[in-house]
T-cell receptor, first 113, second 112 residues
């Protein structure tokens, strides 16, 4: 059974700081890995998707890396802004079908002005 | 291009009642999945529909059932509601090629 862990559970940083969110998974047989953002009481917004054959993906100030063999991914946020405050979730589907996603419990990020 | 649309946004029901939640997938997507998210936790997979059939199911009781229509829209039905069913219910759609999932804004269900 796939298990996804995200560390830290909560993080508070001053504006402008660079930060790293961590995601680990127990079964390396994944199809891809997707990072999401969730604002309080809202749905999920997809940030980045990394295919299992890729090492990293970048979008603006966000960079996600994937080390499939060690079961780890990181989300790097450069020059953080108060608008980045949200919960960040990582999710993986199984290699065989790319269907059901297994989520971590998320990292709640607060960026203070 | 509309994304995933869910209705209603909020719902309050009494224990023992039945509820139906609705989802319209993103244009070009044919697969719909439903997730339950309790407060402070990550979403949990309920089931997935493809070609109007349930393709996969998570660890949820039979009180949770669903349907997919020919236009790919979907419904989630929950019978005999329990207080523990209170959660945010998220619908996600994906394209045929297992591309990235797109999530809706969710339906907040409160059971009293």
């Amino acid at each position: 059974k796939q298990e996804v862990t995200q560390i830290p559970a909560a993080l508070s940083v001053p504006e402008g700081e660079n930060l790293v969110l961590n995601c680990s998974f127990t079964d390396s047989a994944i199809y891809n890995l997707q990072w999401f953002r969730q604002d309080p009481g809202k749905g999920l917004t997809s940030l980045l998707l990394i295919q299992s054959s890729q090492r990293e993906q970048t979008s603006g100030r966000l960079n996600a890396s994937l080390d499939k063999s060690s079961g780890r991914s990181t989300l790097y946020i450069a020059a953080s802004q108060p608008g980045d405050s949200a919960t960040y979730l990582c999710a993986v589907p199984p290699e065989t079908s790319g269907s059901r996603l297994t989520f971590g419990e998320g990292t709640q990020l607060t960026v203070n002005p | 291009d509309a994304g995933v649309t869910q209705s209603p946004t909020h719902l309050i029901k009494t224990r023992g009642q039945q509820v139906t939640l609705r989802c319209s997938p993103k244009s070009g997507h044919d697969t719909v999945s439903w997730y339950q998210q309790a407060l402070g936790q990550g979403p949990q997979f309920i089931f997935q529909y493809y070609e109007e059939e349930e393709r996969q199911r998570g660890n949820f009781p039979d009180r949770f059932s669903g349907h997919q229509f020919p236009n790919y829209s979907s419904e989630l039905n929950v019978n005999a509601l329990l207080l523990g069913d209170s959660a945010l219910y998220l619908c996600a759609s994906s394209p045929p090629s297992w591309g990235p999932y797109t999530f809706g804004s969710g339906t907040r269900l409160t059971v009293v």
